[in-house]
Structure formats: structure tokens, C-alpha cells
T-cell receptor, first 116, second 112 residues
Framework: ETGVTQTPRHLVMGMTNKKSLKCEQHLGHNAMYWYKQSAKKPLELMFVYSLEERVENNSVPSRFSPECPNSSHLFLHLHTLQPEDSALYLC???????????????FGPGTRLTVL | QKEVEQDPGPLSVPEGAIVSLNCTYSNSAFQYFMWYRQYSRKGPELLMYTYSSGNKEDGRFTAQVDKSSKYISLFIRDSQPSDSATYLCAMSPNTNAGKSTFGDGTTLTVKP
């Protein structure tokens, strides 16, 4: 595997289900991110794990819960979601720190989530 | 008002045309300006980034930043059907990609 991988690629769940999205980066980066991408809206940063510190967007509902067991793996746990949570969930990684060069983010292909 | 406004599109052009994609912004703290390309069923990939004002060229792609007008553009010369994708502009106050603010995206179709 190379780059950033995400599983599953598609997920359909009911509002009472609990599911998890998985992301793995094979780039040796020290930061990982979850984004939500909805139609005709900008990418919304949900969570960042950078140098073992977690940063979150305060507008993200508590029904989304991230977990980062190590620098290569990132999970997004989902429970009691709403239909408006249907979107493409993107994982990304980057190398933070060191120099003035922009720290490029590498994105995975995303998980297309549909909440019924 | 959004911090970053992107021309909504969609945009449809014939093969070989010059394409101009544009974004405006309101936050004068932005120093890094990025363009991402996103193909259908894929994540965004960074095309180019520019620091501060000026032009940057990479093959058929030219990124232009005018900080005085708070306006950025991406030009695609000799457009190809393989350029058909959604283009996202993004801006950041520093090198930390996690601080980026994205535009909504413009979907481009290049017809053979």
C-alpha cells in the first residue's frame, strides 16, 4: 500500500447504528486529519492529530469521535448519526514542522457515507 | 461572508482552450495559496502552491496571486480532457496545512 488509504470506501448506515471509518498513512508523516466534504460546500476540517496533540473543530457534533492510536492510523467512530451527516469523509496526512516550505497534505480517496 | 469565495462553475470548455479559475478572499493573514485538483471518486491532490504574491508556472498550469486585490487565479493552457476535475483553492496563514481554508470548488469539463 502507498499513500493514504481509507476503508470502507462506501458506507450506508441507519441513524441508530455505530460504525467506524479507518485511515492509514504509509508516508511517515506526523499529522493526520479528518475532513467532511459536502456538495457545494468547502472542505470542513473536523479533527487534527499533530505531534500526538489533538485539535478539534468545536462545531463538530459529539456523535463523531476520533481515535489516533499511533502516527499511522486514524479512526472516526460514528454513532446516532443524522441524515445531514451524509457526505464524503476524507482523511489526510502531512509532515508538520521544519522550515518554511508548505507542509503538503496528502488525501485518501474518502469514504462516501449515507445515513438513512 | 465566507473567508474564501470561489467562482462556482460548472465550467465547460473545448479541448485546447485556456481556462481561468478564480478565488477571492477576505483574510489578509493568508500567506500560502494552494490549488488542488480532485477527480471523481478520489481525494484532492495538491497541484501547486504559491507563497505571497506573484506567479508560479508548472507546465501548462500557472498560479497567480495578487495580495493587494485579495485575488488568486489558476490558468490552464491547452486544456485536455484529462484536466476534467473539480479544482479547489485553499489558503493558509502559515506552512501548517491544517490551518487551510478551502473554497467550494469549481467543476471543469474539457470536451474533446
Amino acid at each position: 500500500e502507498t499513500g493514504v488509504t481509507q476503508t470502507p470506501r462506501h458506507l450506508v448506515m441507519g441513524m441508530t447504528n455505530k460504525k467506524s471509518l479507518k485511515c492509514e498513512q504509509h508516508l511517515g508523516h506526523n499529522a493526520m486529519y479528518w475532513y467532511k466534504q459536502s456538495a457545494k460546500k468547502p472542505l470542513e476540517l473536523m479533527f487534527v492529530y499533530s505531534l500526538e496533540e489533538r485539535v478539534e473543530n468545536n462545531s463538530v457534533p459529539s456523535r463523531f469521535s476520533p481515535e489516533c492510536p499511533n502516527s499511522s492510523h486514524l479512526f472516526l467512530h460514528l454513532h446516532t448519526l443524522q441524515p445531514e451527516d451524509s457526505a464524503l469523509y476524507l482523511c489526510a496526512s502531512s509532515q508538520v514542522g521544519g522550515g518554511w516550505e508548505y507542509n503538503e497534505q496528502f488525501f485518501g480517496p474518502g469514504t462516501r457515507l449515507t445515513v438513512l | 461572508q465566507k473567508e474564501v469565495e470561489q467562482d462556482p462553475g460548472p465550467l465547460s470548455v473545448p479541448e485546447g482552450a485556456i481556462v481561468s479559475l478564480n478565488c477571492t478572499y477576505s483574510n489578509s493573514a493568508f500567506q500560502y495559496f494552494m490549488w488542488y485538483r480532485q477527480y471523481s471518486r478520489k481525494g484532492p491532490e495538491l497541484l501547486m502552491y504559491t507563497y505571497s504574491s506573484g506567479n508560479k508556472e508548472d507546465g501548462r498550469f500557472t498560479a497567480q496571486v495578487d495580495k493587494s486585490s485579495k485575488y488568486i487565479s489558476l490558468f490552464i493552457r491547452d486544456s485536455q480532457p484529462s484536466d476534467s476535475a473539480t479544482y479547489l483553492c485553499a489558503m493558509s496563514p502559515n506552512t501548517n496545512a491544517g490551518k487551510s481554508t478551502f473554497g467550494d470548488g469549481t467543476t471543469l469539463t474539457v470536451k474533446p
